[in-house]
């Protein structure tokens, strides 16, 4: 099955520095990507959709100033945690749909990345 | 707006005994319908997903699930658990004429005793 790759998986970072996680889909081209973050125990918050070439969608409460995303290519989406502080610690994940972007594609998640702000 | 309801917050099943899980959606129109798995500190691994056909889908790891149009459901199952199946499941709506957003519900934990 499809493949999705996140790097790195686990990060400790100091408050007020930037954290950039990779997500990567490695046998299939997605037009459009998606950040999750998540809470212990609980489902998947989506943070924001990006498509290739374009702007990030974001969703409502997430700041976009805070939580830059890059989609530079079908295989590449980045997101960048800026100024980190403790209450962004969570486990961020990523999710890649295939090319033709259809409502009927699965999406793939990659294996998710843990953030510890001290 | 979509919605999905996963009434069960944990299942608890002896190894050897079928497994539900169980998942109910809301949507306007016509649904896609996923069940994803995860394992502790992992993603989300795809498990299997209704488009259209038949109502019964068989997916991966031996679980299946069947859409039931009337009763909105579509839960998931196998007929015989593992303990390595003990896992967090999680169900998944889409609508068809949507480019956009999977819906996810809480999520069940399923628990697998020897």
């Known amino acids: 099955g499809a493949v999705v790759s996140q790097h790195p998986s686990w990060v400790i970072c100091k408050s007020g520095t930037s954290v950039k996680i990779e997500c990567r889909s490695l046998d299939f081209q997605a037009t459009t990507m998606f950040w999750y973050r998540q809470f212990p125990k609980q489902s998947l918050m989506l943070m924001a959709t990006?498509?290739?070439?374009?702007?990030?969608?974001?969703e409502q409460g997430v700041e976009k100033d805070k939580f830059l995303i890059n989609h530079a290519s079908l295989t590449l989406s980045t997101l960048t945690v800026t100024s980190a502080h403790p209450e962004d610690s969570s486990f961020y994940i990523c999710s890649a749909r295939g090319v033709s972007g259809g409502a009927y594609e699965t999406q793939y998640f990659g294996p998710g990345t843990r953030l510890l702000v001290l | 707006a979509q919605s999905v309801a996963q009434p069960e917050d944990q299942v608890n099943v002896a190894e050897g005994n079928p497994l539900t899980v169980k998942c109910t959606y809301s949507v306007s129109g016509n649904p896609y319908l996923f069940w994803y798995v995860q394992y502790p500190n992992r993603g989300l691994q795809f498990l299997l997903k209704?488009?259209?056909?038949?109502?019964l889908v068989k997916g991966s790891y031996g679980f299946e699930a069947e859409f039931n149009k009337s009763q909105t459901s579509f839960h998931l199952k196998k007929p015989s658990a593992l303990v390595s199946d003990s896992a967090l499941y999680f169900c998944a709506v889409r609508e068809t004429d949507s480019w956009g957003k999977l819906q996810f519900g809480a999520g069940t934990q399923v628990v697998v005793t020897p």
């Open positions: 990006s498509n290739e070439g374009s702007k990030a969608t974001y």
């Open positions: 209704y488009i259209t056909g038949d109502n």
